[in-house]
């Protein structure tokens, strides 16, 4: 042994990473990588998910597609900008909004859906306290 001690030899023989779990039986660090997400952990449990989820996206597009090749390009560009000036205009944060006018642009405004029945403003996590969600949307806190 050398002159400085067990200790020392035991520090200097064995690599820091051989202490450290790999494998299925890891244990999470968060000093090191944070808190874990579980959905950022699940897959898809459906083929379908993932086209469900981009439905409303897809089906823009092939309208816009559709558009452009009947009525040429300025029809899409329009039916685009009114879709802007449309999510702009929004209530107050802590209210709900029916986006009614953006229902009316996608003719979806007669169509009774998912949302429309399971949709309850008054269970909706976004309601808070006023004051605080307009102060934080004006950037005041």
Do not use: W
């Not at 597009?61 to 009947?70: D, E, G, P, V, Y």
């Amino acid at each position: 042994m050398n002159s400085r001690g067990a200790a020392s030899f035991l520090k200097d023989s064995i690599p820091i990473t051989e202490f450290s779990a790999s494998g299925p039986f890891e244990g999470h660090d968060l000093l090191r990588r944070g808190f874990t997400s579980v959905k950022n952990e699940l897959l898809p449990s459906h083929p379908l998910e993932l086209s469900e989820k981009n439905f409303q996206l897809n089906q823009d597009k092939t309208n816009f597609a559709t558009l452009r090749n009947i009525q040429g390009l300025h029809a899409p560009l329009k039916l685009q900008m009114e879709f802007r000036a449309v999510k702009q205009v929004q209530r107050l944060p802590f209210l709900h909004s029916s986006n009614i006018a953006l229902d009316t642009l996608r003719g979806n405004a007669e169509c009774i859906s998912f949302e429309d029945i399971l949709n309850d403003p008054s269970q909706s996590e976004v309601m808070g306290e006023p004051h605080m969600m307009m102060e934080y949307k004006l950037g005041l806190l």
